[in-house]
Every structure is written in C-alpha cells, then in structure tokens.
C-alpha cells in the first residue's frame, strides 16, 4: 500500500505549482472583467459571463507576466513624444501586442464577446418565427 501512496504523494507536489503557475492576481481579472463588460455595452449578467470567460481562456494562453507587460505596452502605446515611442515601436513591443490580441480573438470566439443575445418574447399568436440570417445581419 505504501508503494502507491509515494507515487501520489509525489505526483501533487509536482502537479500543485504547475497548476498554479498562471493564476491571474484577483485585481487583474477584476480590472479586466470590468474593462470589457465597459467596452461591450455596460455591466449586465451577459457581459459579466462572457467577460469572466474571456479572462480564463487568456490565462490559459498566456502568463500573468506577458499579460500585464502587453496591457502596459497596450495602455501606453498612445503616450505623445519619444516616451511614447519605447512602447509603440521595438520588437518587443510589437511581440507582446500581438500575444495577447491573439489571446483574445481565441477568447471572444470561444466566450462569444461582442456578441448580443438574441431574446424571443412570445406573442399572442404564440412564439414568433426566428429571424433569417439575412434580417439579423441588417440590424
């Protein structure tokens, strides 16, 4: 019995700070959450669902480090002048932005970001027909 308990033993120590190697910091996520459901029409149930989701697939994809040296670079990309310039240009620069924009097209496909849900409200008649596919891309 001892000989597979060891293994066990031995595989949660290891297995323990894999796991919790790209854990976001709660003020990240947060920030993030509330910085997307803003940027996607306001707090409402949807947005916080779809903007949580989005924060996990990103940390799934990319640590806490590339994160927050991409937002930076994001954030300060608009700075005027040649202060400005050490994060709109330079390899680096560039390789962290297009990190985490891959990061997040990833995200907002599999969370279904930007996206609005579609609401049926029955009728007299009873429920109404969907929409063709031609009438909800011209709304």
């Given amino acids: 019995m001892f000989r597979c308990v060891l293994p066990l033993i031995a595989l949660t120590l290891f297995a323990v700070p894999v796991l919790a190697g790209n854990d976001y910091p709660t003020m990240d996520r947060v920030d993030h959450v509330l ?27 990319i640590t806490v480090e590339e994160f927050n040296t991409a937002r930076t670079y994001e954030i300060y990309k608009n700075m005027p002048g040649e202060k400005g310039g050490l994060f709109r240009e330079g390899e680096d620069a560039k390789a962290s932005r297009d990190k985490i924009a891959a990061a997040r097209k990833e995200a ?8 609005k849900r579609q609401t049926v409200v029955p009728t007299a008649q009873g429920m109404p027909k969907a929409p063709a596919a031609s009438e909800t891309s011209k709304k």
Avoid: H, P, W
């Fill in 35 to 61: 910085t997307c459901m803003k940027r996607n029409g306001g707090q409402n149930v949807d947005n916080l669902y779809r903007c949580s989701c989005e924060i996990d697939v990103i940390a799934q994809k």
């Fill in 108 to 115: 907002e496909k599999r969370c279904f970001v930007g996206t």
